[in-house]
């Protein structure tokens, strides 16, 4: 029996099911979260689904999204024997709040850094997002994928991919949403709702950070800048400045690109790669984490004092592995 | 005999073929010619593909661009007797330099508003991309699609479909691009060259656009405007304010976005509808065209009475259809 049919069989046995989902929850956590509910439900079965934050304004188009409870505000959690946790590396990623929840625990995850902390660990590398595993998931439990389901799958699929834009799209990718669209996925509603919904706010704060684009190491190496003065003048937010280190990416000739966020206690710097460099290793070096091409951490840092600490960092990681491009 | 199996018949009996391509090309143009020109090759056939302008740099990835010659640059061009003109919907967006061209001319489009001017019309309003209809009219033809072709048509399909996120993305366009991976098209390497090799100018006109962004009509309408003085500072031409229209659309409760570039001699204004309003209506009525929910026009007029003068016709025009959403 594969592991599919292992967890078929307990979703099957349970009277219910608690999910959670990570911290800042993406499409591809809210997705997938939402369909596994949705087919729990569809078998007579309870769920519930818990996140530490509130679902992001952008995502509050999925079918089922406000049944999300927020376990901050909840300050408790309703445990099912059967806890599934999604689209979660690790444990620190999880808002079970007191240690490991009581049950079985199911571990559904397309991380390559999963540190399978499940009793079951259905981790799929291969998988551009968790919303494909799920995909399979309802096939092989034979379970019809109605329009709300496909709508959240993909949606889970589209985002994670940075709609189809990122090195994880694979045809299977492709063919996945295909199959949504013809079981009800809108692309154009999916697309609108997730990227054309922006505020006025935001729009002037990309302004802002864009005027502040510089660079380094010839061009291999670009950073904005985005300062609590900026976001208390457009009135805007720390989510609002999701994405915008994409930006600098976007040029020509950049390997490496950051995003300096002032915080309350110093700077969140973001770290982008487009396949020369680890960012993952740079960022783990200044007490963060991250996957090879996307990583992040905390400096208790004055924004300037950073800035000088990062960025000749990159330049000299960057200078080392001209050569090789990972995998 | 079906349309597709005429042309065929038609490629299949002359030596060689002309393809035209509209005034500033696009991915699905460009994707399309060089694949139709690889077809025609492979059966040891000739082909010259013709444009007025340049292949944009972004482009200068695809297999075989630099054969695509400037009209303008060649000041004649080499006809074939059979002449294919592709994605444009009149004789208007064709560089023929003096009128008809001679032998039969074929016209392979997916514009509803195409005009019908060859004497063979293959014009599919439901395909989303020219491109669709060259991977049909391959598969008909028996043909072999090579890695080469199908990064083109994978191009041609992502860029016009403005990567999966427009409303002409069908589960068609999804399957034929999963398609076009399997037969070797990579969906990173087509998306880094297209949305990832901006210039540093580029990015900084973006930041001093984003800061002009106004709003009218309670946030129903929202512009930007780019000055001559912003791309002299910048060092950047019109081609890079390709899409800045799309900032302004993204902001949520926008139906109208526009932009307003100063030219030689005035304005260019770009217009974006979410659907509510028929900017092709407006564009006209100021001497310009389009589509519904993108066109443009020239004003021979200052900045701020170009200003003055489109914004409150936009505001009328979506006062008027707050409550139907055309189709």
């Not at 959670?20 to 979260?33: E, N, Q, V, W, Y």
């Not at 010839?218 to 009135?235: D, K, L, P």
Request: hydrophobic residues 40%; proline residues 5%.
């Amino acid at each position: 029996m594969d592991l599919y049919e292992v967890i078929i069989q307990e979703l099957e046995r349970t009277p219910g099911a608690t999910i959670f989902i990570h911290k800042s929850p993406d499409g591809d956590a809210l997705g997938s979260a939402l369909t596994l509910a949705m087919a729990l439900e569809a078998r007579g079965k309870e769920a519930e689904i818990y996140c530490w934050d509130a679902v992001p304004y952008f995502y509050r188009f999925l079918p089922g999204w406000e049944k999300v409870k927020r376990v901050r505000q909840e300050n408790k959690v309703f445990f099912y024997p059967l806890v599934v946790g999604l689209d979660s590396s690790d444990l620190g990623r999880l808002p079970f709040l007191e240690g490991r929840p009581p049950g079985k625990v199911v571990n559904i995850d397309h991380h390559p850094t999963n540190t399978r902390w499940g009793d079951l660990n259905l981790v799929e590398p291969g998988a551009a997002a968790t919303g494909e595993i799920i995909f399979r998931l309802l096939e092989k439990w034979g379970l019809e994928i109605t329009p709300e389901m496909a709508t959240c799958l993909y949606t889970a699929i589209f985002t994670d991919t940075g709609g189809f834009r990122f090195s994880n799209t694979t045809e299977a990718s492709l063919l996945y949403c295909h199959r949504l669209v013809k079981l009800g996925a809108s692309p154009y509603e999916v697309a609108t709702h997730v990227y054309e919904s922006y505020s006025p706010g935001r729009m002037r704060l990309l302004g802002l950070a864009l005027n502040t684009l510089s660079m380094a190491a010839e061009g291999g190496v670009a950073w904005i800048v985005v300062t609590r003065e900026m976001m208390e003048a457009t009135g805007t937010g720390p989510e609002d400045t999701e994405e915008f280190v994409n930006f600098p990416k976007s040029i020509r000739g950049v390997e490496v690109a950051l995003l300096f966020r002032e915080t309350e206690s110093g700077v969140k710097v973001s770290f982008r790669s487009k396949g020369k460099v680890n960012v993952a290793l740079i960022a783990a070096s200044l007490g963060g984490g991250g996957h090879k091409a996307a990583a992040g951490c905390d400096m208790e840092l004055p924004l300037e004092d950073a800035i000088k600490r990062v960025v000749p960092l990159v330049e000299e990681t960057l200078a080392c592995c001209t050569s090789s491009t990972f995998s």
